[in-house]
Nanobody, 120 residues
Framework: QVQLVESGGGLVQPGGSLRLSCAAS????????MGWYRQAPGKQRELVAA???????NYADSVKGRFTISRDNAKNSVYLQMNSLNPEDTAVYYC??????????????WGQGTQVSVSS
């Protein structure tokens, strides 16, 4: 089984910064694209940022220039540096990864989510 464990959420004032981390563990053969999604109350889950195993990144228009996604393949981890946060960034943030576990089929996995709240 593969597990994704997130950390780094919390409450921050507008204009502040947070860094989210997500580590994958288990019988992992290879991890392909990793990403961060978010879901605000009453809204659908949306892609925030994604990064391929080769380092190619993709961002939602709403976070371009403010958020930076990165990964450490040796640690099976992905990070999201969030700067210039505003109240519209308030949501539960979920880590996602496309993983081929050892001896199993490729599929995507989700973390449990971490709350990010931006408020004065």
């Amino acid at each position: 089984q593969v597990q994704l464990v997130e950390s780094g959420g919390g409450l921050v004032q507008p204009g502040g910064s947070l860094r989210l981390s997500c580590a994958a563990s288990g019988r992992i053969f290879v991890i392909y694209t990793m990403g961060w999604y978010r879901q605000a109350p009453g809204k659908q889950r949306e892609l925030v940022a994604a990064i391929t195993s080769g380092g190619v990144t993709n961002y939602a228009d709403s976070v371009k220039g403010r958020f930076t996604i990165s990964r450490d393949n040796a640690k099976n981890s992905v990070y999201l540096q969030m700067n210039s946060l505003n109240p519209e960034d308030t949501a539960v943030y979920y880590c996602n990864a496309y993983v081929r576990p050892t001896g199993r089929e490729l599929r995507d996995y989700w973390g449990q989510g971490t709350q990010v709240s931006v408020s004065s």
